[in-house]
């Protein structure tokens, strides 16, 4: 089982940047997929970003491809979004995912995983 805090949101302009980390508990975070997803006021969660367990295959949605980063650090339990050139559109409540995967494969599917964070607020103003 693994437990997972966001943090680094917040309330930031157009063309902005922020970066959301997200801390796991527990041991061999290093056999986990994880994902950042996103849900947008009155909009369903969708998928942002993925990494898979050793960090060396990411994806990204269409829509933030280029301009938002996924990374891990498996000595320190954490993964990163890394959010540039931030627009309106983006704003949302961001969550962090995980899946114990030993396979080298990316998850973009909500349903694919099983453990969820409690979401930090993204607000970017035009």
């Known amino acids: 089982q693994v437990q997972l805090v966001e943090s680094g949101g917040g309330l930031v302009q157009t063309g902005d940047s922020l970066r959301l980390s997200c801390a796991a508990s527990?041991?061999?975070?290093?056999?986990?997929?994880m994902g950042w997803f996103r849900q947008p006021p009155r909009k369903e969660r969708e998928f942002v970003a993925a990494?898979?367990?050793?960090?060396?295959?990411?994806t990204y949605a269409d829509s933030v491809k280029g301009r938002f980063t996924i990374s891990r650090d498996n000595a320190k339990k954490t993964v990163y979004l890394q959010m540039n050139s931030l627009k309106p559109e983006d704003t949302a409540v961001y969550y962090c995912a995980a899946r114990l995967d030993f396979s080298p494969r990316v998850r973009v599917g909500v349903s694919e995983y099983n453990y969820w964070g409690q979401g930090t607020q993204v607000t970017v103003s035009s």
């Open positions: 990494i898979n367990r050793s960090g060396g295959s990411t």
């Open positions: 527990g041991r061999t975070f290093s056999n986990y997929a």
